[in-house]
C-alpha cells in the first residue's frame, strides 16, 4: 500500500479551508478508509479550521460515520415503514441470531458488520437488504443465508467463521 | 420600550430582550436550567416554557429564547404550562438522580416522584450543554463536545482521551447547574499529571 | 453496457439566447425520428434491484447478435424510475408504446426477434389486470397510469436523467429561457404566488408567500440570499424526491435556477441524503452539462444573471429535513436545530435570508413558469392546487409512485390506482405523512386528499408516503416502530424527545407485551401533550402524531393488548402463539431443520408440533413452510 496519509493530502487540496468543508471532507475520507480515525480526523479538523471537538460531535452526530474500522461485508437491513410491515426487524432479529452481533457491530473475525438503515426508498420491494451496496428485494433470512456465503467465498482471504454453519 | 404583559400586569422591555429577562426584571419566577446570562441561550432544557395567547389561539414558546414582541400576552402558570413543566421535572429526576439541586427544584414545583426509570442512579449530568457553550463563548476555547446525538448524547472530550486544550480554568465547573462537570472535568483535562500547553 | 455516464453526442457549445436554445432544440428534434423504435429501459432503484441493469445488458447483446432484418436498428434508453415499481424490471417499446413487466434477461432474444422486428407481442410479459383478468398491452391503458394526472413526473421514464439533450427535446430550460428573457424577477415570484403552489415537504406553507417574505428580508438586510433544495427525503416509505432526482435532475435544477433568478441569489445548494447515491450522480452531472450549456454559472444564457450550485451529501441524519437543522448541517455542523422564533427567510444559512423548498416544490416551478400561475391555480382544488406525488407503499397490489391532482378521495388512489389491499379486503387504515402523521382509517376512505382535509382527520400531508395497512397490520406496532424510528434520529437537544419519546415506546413496548394498565393510556395523551407544546423543533412536536390518531381511531385494538393482553393482527410478539395445523402439515421436517431455538419436534411424514415454552416466535418456520401450516393465534 502506498503512503497512507498521501490520499488524505489529495483530499485537503480539493477543500477549502472552510468549515463548511468539514462533513464532505470527513466523507470522503471514510470512503477512502472505511473508518475515521484519530489522526485523519485532527488533519480533517485543522484543514477546515474546526476545533477536534468540534468534528467529533460532528463525526458522531451523524449516523454514516463510523469510527472503527467495519468488517469485510456490510450487511444493510432496511427499517423503513413498507420493510417493517414486510418483517424487516425479523431479518435483523434473525441476521442478529446468526452472526451473535447487535446491529452496528462488526463480527470479532471482521468479516461482515450488520447495520440498520432508515429506509432506503426501494419500498416497492419490502423487505430490502443491502449487502455490500447491491440492493436484494423481497429479502429472506434464506436468501439473505445464501448471499453471505456467497461473499465469503469470494473473500481474498476466506475466513474461519463460516457464517452458514 | 417595548410593552406587554405577563399574567395579565403590564411591563416594558428593551428592545432585544426575551421573556425571561423581562419577567426576572420584574421578579417574576420562571424555572430555568440550561439559561446562563454569561452564554447564548439556546432552549434546550424547555424547563422556562410560558403559554403565548391571542384571543382563542395559544402556544408555548422558550421564554429563555423568545424575543419580546409590542402587545403580546404570556402566562407563567397555565395547565399546559403545569403539564409540560410537570413532564420534564420528572425527567431531570429520572436523568439526574443523584442531583440534589434538581431533587430540590422538583420539589418547588411540587414533583417529588418520576414515572420514568432511572437507568444511572448516580448520573446527574442533564446535558444542558453550558459547560460547552462557556467554554468555547467566553474562555474561546472548544475542549469539551456534546458527542453523540438522541439518547446517547454526552458531555466528553473527542475520542474520550483527555485533551491538551483545556486550560484547567474551571468555568465549566463553576457554570454547571448540578455540580455534574466536577466529574467530568478529569476526563476532559485528563489527570493533572499529563502536561497542559498554555494556548495563546 | 453502462448508461450511467454523461453521454453527449456533441460537443456542447454555450448557448448565448433563448434562440440558441431553440436552435439547439431543433437541430436535436431533426435527429429524432419519432416513428423511430426504442426500447425503453427502467433504471429506478426498485427496477435496478429486481435486475434490470441486466435486462437492458442482455437487450443490447441480443440486439448485436440477432442480425435482425429490419430497416431500422432500436435505440435503447435507460430512464429512471417509471412507478410501477411492484412489477419491475419494466420495459417499454416505443413507439407503440407496448409495455412489458417483470422481464427478465432471457426475454430479451424474443423482444428483439419478436416485438422489434415483426411487431409481435409478447403475451407472458404482459400486465394482467387483477380485476378485470385482462391483459393490457399499452402503457396508458393500464389503470395504474391511466388515472394519474403526470405533471411533475411528466418527462421521468421518457428522458435519459444523463443526458440534458434528451431533457432540452422534452422541453427542459424553456421556463428559465422564458424568464431571462421576458420576465423581471418581480414577474416570476408573482406567477408563483398566482399559483397557489404549498410547499411539498411537509408543513406545506405557501411557496409564492414564503419568497416574497425573503424579498422583504432582502430589502431589510440586503444580499447575500440562498436558495436551497431539501432533498433530505428522510420519511420512511416516501420514495418521491429520490425518483425526480434521479429521473428528471434537470427540472430540479431548472427551478432553483428561476428561484435564484427570482430572488436574485448567486449561490444554491442541492441537500441530498447519503441514502440516495444514484440521485447524487444524477445532479452531478446534471449540473456539469448544464454549465456547459451556459445554463447554470456565469452569466446565463448571456442574460447577466449569474447562479451556481454546490450539491451537499447528508450523513445520515433524519432531523436534517427540517429546515434549520439542514443549515447547520450545510454550515459543517451538527444537525441540532434552532427554535424557529425567527423565520428562516430572514435568518438562514449563515444567518442570511434563505429560501428552502423540498424537491418536487422547486420541480413544479418550471411548470409554472411555463404554463403561468393561472393554469396551475386551476389544478387541484383551491388552497391546495397543482399536482401531488405519492408513494404507494405497504398492503397495496400496485405498489409504485403516482401523481395526481390535489383533493382525490383516497379511495380513489389506494383502490382505484393501487388496485386496493391483495386478497382484495378493505384496507385497515393508510398512514400518511411518516412520522409525523397519523393513521386515516377506512370508515374515512373518502376523504380528499389535500393539505387541509388530511390534517382535520388528525394526520397530514408530509411529503407524500401512503402506507396502506390491512389486518395484519398492528397500530400499537406501528406506533412503537415510528416512536423508536424518531428516538433514533432525535438529536437530543431537548428534553421533551430525548427522554418523552423514550417513555412513550416504553408505554407501548408494555402493551405490546401485556403489561399496559388503563393508567398507562393516560399517561400517554398527557405526556403527548407535553411534548407537543414543549420540544424545540418539529421532529419532536409532531412525534406524538401516530399514536394519537390511531388511540382515536383504534382505541379498541389499543384496549384489546391493555385490557385481554391480545394482539388482534397477530403482530404483537408476546401476544400470540405459533401453532401447526396438523391437517396442513406435510411432516417435511423444513421447519424443523430451520428453527432456530429447536423447539419444533414431530416424526418424519407426520404432522409437527411447536414448543409455546421455547418459542421466540421469529417466523422462520413460517417462512419455510411451504404448505402453509403454520398458525398464528
Known amino acids: 500500500m502506498a503512503d497512507p496519509t498521501q490520499y488524505i493530502d489529495d483530499l485537503l487540496d480539493q477543500y477549502p479551508p472552510k468549515p463548511e468543508y468539514l462533513i464532505g471532507l470527513l466523507q470522503d475520507i471514510q470512503e477512502h478508509q472505511g473508518h475515521i480515525s484519530y489522526d485523519s480526523m485532527l488533519l480533517a479538523s485543522e484543514h477546515t479550521k474546526v476545533p477536534l471537538t468540534q468534528a467529533y460531535s460532528v463525526a458522531t452526530f451523524y449516523q454514516s460515520f463510523r469510527l472503527d474500522p467495519p468488517g469485510e461485508h456490510e450487511i444493510k437491513v432496511c427499517l423503513g415503514t413498507a420493510c417493517h410491515l414486510n418483517g424487516g426487524q425479523q431479518l435483523v432479529d434473525g441476521l442478529s441470531r446468526k452472526l451473535k452481533i447487535e446491529p452496528g457491530e462488526t463480527t470479532e473475525d471482521m468479516m461482515f458488520t450488520l447495520s440498520t438503515v432508515n429506509c432506503v426508498g426501494a419500498c416497492a420491494i419490502a423487505p430490502v437488504a443491502v449487502v455490500d451496496e447491491k440492493y436484494h428485494p423481497g429479502a429472506s433470512m434464506r436468501k439473505l443465508e445464501k448471499e453471505m456465503k456467497k461473499v465469503t467465498e469470494l473473500s481474498p482471504d476466506k475466513i474461519k467463521g463460516e457464517p452458514n454453519a | 420600550m417595548i410593552k406587554f404583559k405577563i399574567n395579565d400586569k403590564e411591563v416594558e422591555a428593551r428592545t432585544g430582550w426575551t421573556v425571561l429577562e423581562t419577567a426576572k426584571e420584574y421578579g417574576i419566577d420562571i424555572p430555568t436550567l440550561c439559561h446562563h446570562p454569561a452564554v447564548a441561550p439556546t432552549g434546550s432544557c424547555r424547563l422556562c416554557m410560558v403559554e403565548l395567547k391571542e384571543g382563542d389561539w395559544s402556544k408555548l414558546v422558550a421564554s429563555c429564547i423568545y424575543p419580546v414582541k409590542e402587545g403580546i400576552n404570556i402566562y407563567t402558570e397555565t395547565p399546559k404550562v403545569h403539564n409540560v413543566r410537570r413532564w420534564i421535572l420528572e425527567m431531570l429526576l429520572a436523568s439526574c438522580p443523584a442531583s440534589e439541586e434538581i431533587r430540590k427544584l422538583a420539589e418547588k414545583h411540587g414533583v417529588v416522584s418520576t414515572r420514568f426509570p432511572i437507568h444511572d442512579p448516580d448520573q446527574n449530568c442533564l446535558i444542558c450543554g453550558l459547560c460547552q457553550r462557556v467554554c468555547e463563548e467566553v474562555v474561546g476555547l472548544s475542549a469539551i463536545a456534546v458527542v453523540d446525538r438522541g439518547v446517547h448524547k454526552k458531555v466528553g472530550a473527542p475520542f474520550l482521551r483527555p485533551t491538551d486544550i483545556c486550560v484547567a480554568c474551571g468555568s465549566c465547573v463553576t457554570i454547571c447547574p448540578t455540580g455534574a462537570m466536577q466529574e467530568i472535568f478529569d476526563t476532559v483535562r485528563g489527570k493533572p499529571e499529563l502536561p497542559l500547553t498554555q494556548l495563546a | 453496457m453502462h448508461n450511467q455516464s454523461a453521454a453527449l453526442q456533441h460537443d456542447p457549445w454555450r448557448l448565448e439566447s433563448l434562440d440558441d436554445l431553440n436552435k439547439l432544440k431543433e437541430q436535436l428534434e431533426q435527429k429524432i425520428d419519432p416513428d423511430h423504435p426504442e426500447i425503453v429501459v427502467c433504471h429506478g432503484t426498485g427496477c435496478l434491484a429486481n435486475g434490470s441493469e441486466a435486462v437492458s445488458d442482455a437487450i443490447q447483446t441480443a440486439l448485436s447478435d440477432s442480425g435482425i432484418k429490419a430497416k431500422v436498428i432500436p435505440g435503447i434508453k435507460t430512464t429512471g424510475c417509471q412507478g410501477f415499481c411492484s412489477r419491475g424490471p419494466l420495459v417499454l417499446i416505443r413507439p407503440q408504446g407496448i409495455f412489458y413487466q417483470r422481464v427478465k434477461p432471457k426475454d430479451a432474444g424474443d423482444i428483439i426477434e419478436k416485438t422489434v422486428a415483426q411487431g409481435e407481442i409478447i403475451d407472458r410479459l404482459l400486465y394482467k389486470d387483477p380485476q378485470s383478468g385482462e391483459k393490457i398491452v399499452h402503457e396508458e391503458d393500464i389503470p395504474f397510469y391511466k388515472l394519474q394526472d403526470r405533471k411533475v413526473l411528466h418527462n421521468i421514464g421518457k428522458i435519459d436523467p444523463t443526458n440534458i439533450d434528451d431533457s432540452i427535446i422534452a422541453g427542459g430550460y424553456q421556463a428559465l429561457a422564458k424568464a431571462l428573457t421576458t420576465m423581471t424577477p418581480e414577474k416570476v415570484v408573482k406567477e408563483v404566488e398566482i399559483s397557489g403552489l404549498r410547499g411539498r415537504g411537509g408543513a406545506g406553507f405557501p411557496a409564492g408567500r414564503k419568497w416574497r417574505s425573503a424579498l422583504q428580508a432582502i430589502e431589510k438586510k440586503g444580499r447575500p440570499v440562498y436558495v436551497v433544495v431539501n432533498g433530505d427525503e428522510g420519511d420512511p416509505g416516501a420514495f418521491m424526491d429520490r425518483t425526480i432526482m434521479e429521473g428528471d435532475p434537470h427540472a430540479v435544477l431548472e427551478g432553483l435556477i428561476l428561484g435564484a433568478y427570482a430572488l436574485g441569489a448567486e449561490q444554491g445548494f442541492l441537500y441530498v441524503r447519503a441514502e440516495y447515491p444514484l440521485a447524487i450522480k444524477h445532479l452531478t452531472i446534471a449540473m456539469e ?74 420541480a413544479n416551478i418550471p411548470l409554472i413558469i411555463d404554463k403561468g400561475g393561472e393554469w396551475y391555480n386551476k389544478i387541484g382544488v383551491s388552497h391546495s392546487t397543482g399536482t401531488k406525488v405519492f408513494s404507494l407503499v405497504g398492503k397495496v397490489n400496485n405498489v409504485g409512485l403516482v401523481e395526481v391532482p390535489m383533493g382525490l378521495p383516497l379511495s380513489d388512489i389506494v383502490e382505484k390506482i393501487g388496485g386496493g389491499v391483495p386478497g382484495g379486503a378493505p384496507f385497515k387504515a393508510v398512514q400518511t405523512g411518516g412520522p409525523s402523521g397519523g393513521c386515516i382509517p377506512h370508515s374515512l376512505k373518502d376523504t380528499a386528499v389535500d393539505f387541509d382535509s388530511l390534517t382535520k382527520a388528525g394526520s397530514m400531508m408530509g411529503s407524500g408516503a401512503m402506507i396502506v395497512m390491512d389486518d395484519t397490520d398492528c397500530v400499537v406496532d406501528l406506533g412503537r416502530y415510528f416512536l423508536r424510528f424518531l428516538e433514533e434520529e432525535s438529536c437530543g437537544k431537548c428534553m421533551p424527545c430525548r427522554f418523552g419519546l423514550s417513555r412513550m415506546r416504553e408505554i407501548l413496548d408494555g402493551f405490546s407485551e401485556g403489561r399496559g394498565t388503563q393508567a398507562d393510556i393516560d399517561d400517554l395523551l398527557s405526556l403527548s401533550e407535553a411534548i407537543q407544546d414543549g420540544a424545540l423543533c418539529a421532529l419532536g412536536s409532531s412525534a406524538p402524531n401516530p399514536v394519537l390518531t390511531t388511540i382515536r381511531y383504534f382505541k379498541e385494538e389499543y384496549l384489546a393488548h391493555v385490557e385481554s393482553q391480545k394482539c388482534p393482527a397477530g403482530v404483537c410478539k408476546d401476544l400470540i402463539t405459533f401453532q401447526i395445523d396438523p391437517d396442513n402439515c406435510t411432516g417435511c421436517t423444513s421447519c424443523a431443520r430451520k428453527c432456530p431455538t429447536g423447539c419444533i419436534s414431530g416424526d418424519k411424514k407426520e404432522p409437527h408440533t411447536i414448543n409455546a415454552d421455547e418459542c421466540i416466535r421469529c417466523g422462520i418456520c413460517r417462512e419455510s413452510c411451504k404448505f402453509d401450516a403454520i398458525r398464528v393465534i
Open chain 3, 289 to 362: 452539462q448544464a454549465r456547459a450549456y451556459g445554463l447554470l454559472g456565469e452569466n446565463i444564457l448571456n442574460s447577466g444573471f449569474s447562479f451556481d450550485v454546490r450539491i451537499n451529501r447528508g450523513a445520515g441524519a433524519f432531523v436534517c429535513g427540517e429546515s434549520t437543522a439542514l443549515f447547520t448541517s450545510i454550515e459543517g455542523k451538527p444537525g441540532n436545530p434552532k427554535p424557529k422564533y425567527v423565520r428562516s427567510v430572514e435568518e438562514g444559512l449563515w444567518g442570511r435570508p434563505t429560501v428552502l423548498n423540498n424537491v418536487e416544490t422547486w
